[in-house]
């Protein structure tokens, strides 16, 4: 699956001719989450504007997707643009484009994703490597950051401890 | 400068057989600190010890060492084992040697460390390759680990903001 | 002033036949926010849960007041449900009551409250003990509790140092 | 029980000629710890340091009580010292007096502490009117001292919810 893949009904928070072309090259983490989820809230909006803050533009690039699959009525633009604001999220946010059928709008469906937050996390040539559903560990983000940013032909990580071993000593 | 430059006096929660050339192949991160420096007890040892419980120790090995400036009296071996014990620290501390002419011990000394915390971190040919004093994000302490596992000469990292570009937005 | 003087055009999370008066020889907290002040969502709201869930209600009884003065659209009833939903919101909410002419709602003008989030906080007759803005911390929260509890008649609470004797030492 | 039944061998943290008579017509807060012990360091002592700087002392005294009950040797008076250096621990703290036959010192004995952290609160004229173990919530404590200040003859309080109470709702 492909960065291309996202479908999103609007930009915010970018320059109105902005295309996810721009991005061919770099990294790109794209934050999936509700504005009213908590654990998006407390959690997964300020890890990546965290990422955001710290690595290179050019390198690594954030997304946001606001992905809503219920209280569809309760987070509508208005009210996801008052969130942006009052939160400071410096990183574009794409609303994800809803489907007339379902609850789950498409990008969300697309990628198969769990719930919020997730992480899709996309390679310089556009390649999804990561989709991770729920909280992820800054030191593992960091380091799948620049696993892709250093190795781009690595595989899924097997740098971590399995849970087995996590629980041996 | 390197791995092997480490003079220790003794080791800490390892087998008494235990060399630095064991660790030949492998990502150290060694955390100096003192166990009555509250910024190593209230975050640099329990950010070392995330460290050891979340990589593979055949990829990434942790250490500590107890590199006593100040206050030596009150920090002696037999409080560094309580220490140790209570805070349930799991990697290997070596005790920095003390010198006689000077209150600052030999490795500390050699790798001219500003103070504690800081950290060491040395490549799989146990070259140093970065020498921080204070604190150090997870994010970034996650993206140096995996940059030294997936790339074996690279730069000094220039894929962070400088911290002019971190306040440009 | 009165706690009878909250002006609310809807009670949330309560039964249809609420009323202030129920409230009659308890001490009544008032927990002044908005769904979207960053300062609510992440310290002010999960305080005023705190002490729900510690004191006995019929002692101490906790109500949340939603006064909106930015944001108007994206802050209406349909978003808040969803947030006091999802952010396992318990005690009851009562939405301050807007004007026709002015962005700032009945309540806070009456109390004229400097912003969000804001503590109102009624002793046994109904009677207003204390009016603050910004983050109170839980140790004055709970000592400010205890003494409306114990002494009716006492005045506003001399028992902390001034912010000059803080510094002193 | 009394505050004059602390049995101390040093106080350090304070003058010579301290004693506990001079707290006459104060609450007193003692809280009993030990500098290795991770929920002192990383809670306890924090939070003895934050009800120091918020209440007036002439109304509120603070003292550390060293109650060490395990590794003797590596919590001695010199460790302690640079602890509460290294810590900025403001308020006087005095070493539990060691017994000959037990590893239990004798306040820690005489007031059947279960471990540390401990809080034993005293009420103005010296009388023993709370003792507790492990950790306790910022709000509970403030509405303790309240309740202490406000009202010298309360019984120990019962405006706090049960366990089931709590879990009802």
Partial sequence: ?????????????????????????????????????????????????????IFKQEKVAVLGLHTVFEHHEAMGEISLKAFLHEFRVKFPVGIDEPTKNSQIPKTMSHFQLQGTPSWLIFDQNGE??????????????????????????????????????????
Avoid at 7 to 34: C, E, M, P, Y
């Fill in 128 to 169: 999804l490597r990561a989709n991770i559903f729920g909280q992820m560990q800054d030191l593992i983000l960091g380091a799948e950051i620049s696993r892709l940013l250093y190795s781009t032909d690595s595989e899924p990580s097997s740098i971590y401890k399995t849970p087995t071993e996590r629980k041996q000593k």
């Fill in 1 to 53: 699956m492909k960065l291309q893949d996202l479908t999103v009904s609007k930009w915010l928070g970018t320059t109105d001719d902005f295309s996810l072309n721009d991005l061919q090259g770099r990294i790109v983490l794209v934050h999936a989450f509700q504005m009213l989820c908590p654990g998006c809230v407390l959690h997964g909006v300020p890890q990546a504007q965290k990422v955001f803050e």
